[in-house]
């Protein structure tokens, strides 16, 4: 499948890398073995499944063109004993890494296709540090991530959400449903 998908993405001038996880929940399959948690509820009570992330390949007009890559984990809990802050733990401990291997995969690709301008595309759960540095140390990749932090811009009076409240628009879009 990936092949194919590749070869269709070669056809394309652009392609948009649509990356975002799953949360698969089989709290009800008692018997199951290997599953992670994959939230807790209000209650304290812990829902059971696995976590899928994955990269879709989509065309400009919107013509999926296929999955790139999917990976599939049983979430593990942060032990107890583990006391270290979020900002100690390395990345590649981290749930947030599975966002830099598929961009690291992303980019791999670009290499193959220099013809093929590859945009990879992410919600919120992609805005951290590390995303950002990992593609500006090989911008092969065009990144687009929608903004979760109100980050400060350099040589700007704003903030990013008051400058994009600011900023004159660009284009108006109708959807119709």
Same mark, same amino acid.
């Given at each position: 499948?990936?092949?194919?998908? /590749?070869?269709?993405?070669?056809? !394309?001038?652009?392609?948009? *890398? %649509?990356?975002?996880?799953?949360? &698969?929940?089989?709290?009800?399959?008692? !018997? *199951?073995?290997?599953?992670? %948690?994959?939230?807790?509820?209000?209650?304290?009570?812990?829902?059971?499944?696995?976590?899928?992330?994955?990269?879709?390949?989509?065309?400009?007009?919107?013509?999926?063109?296929? /999955?790139?890559?999917?990976?599939?984990?049983?979430?593990?809990?942060?032990?107890?004993?583990? !006391?270290?802050?979020? +900002?100690?733990?390395? %990345?590649? =401990?981290?749930?947030?890494?599975? +966002? %830099?291997?598929?961009?690291?995969?992303?980019?791999?690709?670009?290499?193959?296709?220099?013809?093929?301008?590859?945009?990879?595309? *992410?919600?919120?759960?992609? =805005?951290?540090? =590390?995303?950002?540095?990992?593609?500006?140390?090989?911008? *092969?990749?065009?990144? &687009?991530?929608?903004?979760?932090?109100?980050?400060?811009?350099?040589?700007?009076?704003?903030? &990013?959400?008051?400058?994009?409240?600011?900023?004159?628009?660009?284009?108006?879009? !109708?959807?119709?449903?």
């Amino acid at each position: 499948h990936r092949e194919r998908t /590749v070869r269709r993405m070669k056809a !394309q001038r652009t392609v948009l *890398c %649509i990356q975002d996880g799953s949360d &698969l929940e089989y709290t009800s399959l008692a !018997q *199951c073995e290997g599953l992670g %948690i994959i939230g807790t509820n209000q209650t304290s009570a812990q829902s059971r499944g696995l976590h899928l992330h994955t990269t879709l390949a989509v065309a400009p007009n919107g013509l999926p063109l296929g /999955v790139l890559r999917a990976q599939c984990v049983a979430p593990k809990l942060k032990s107890p004993e583990d !006391q270290r802050p979020s +900002w100690a733990i390395p %990345i590649k =401990d981290k749930e947030t890494f599975s +966002w %830099i291997e598929g961009l690291r995969d992303t980019m791999d690709l670009a290499a193959k296709m220099p013809q093929t301008r590859l945009i990879k595309v *992410c919600d919120r759960e992609a =805005d951290f540090f =590390d995303m950002f540095d990992e593609q500006r140390r090989n911008p *092969c990749v065009d990144l &687009l991530v929608r903004a979760n932090h109100n980050r400060v811009i350099p040589d700007e009076p704003f903030k &990013l959400f008051e400058a994009i409240r600011q900023a004159p628009l660009q284009t108006k879009v !109708q959807v119709h449903v």
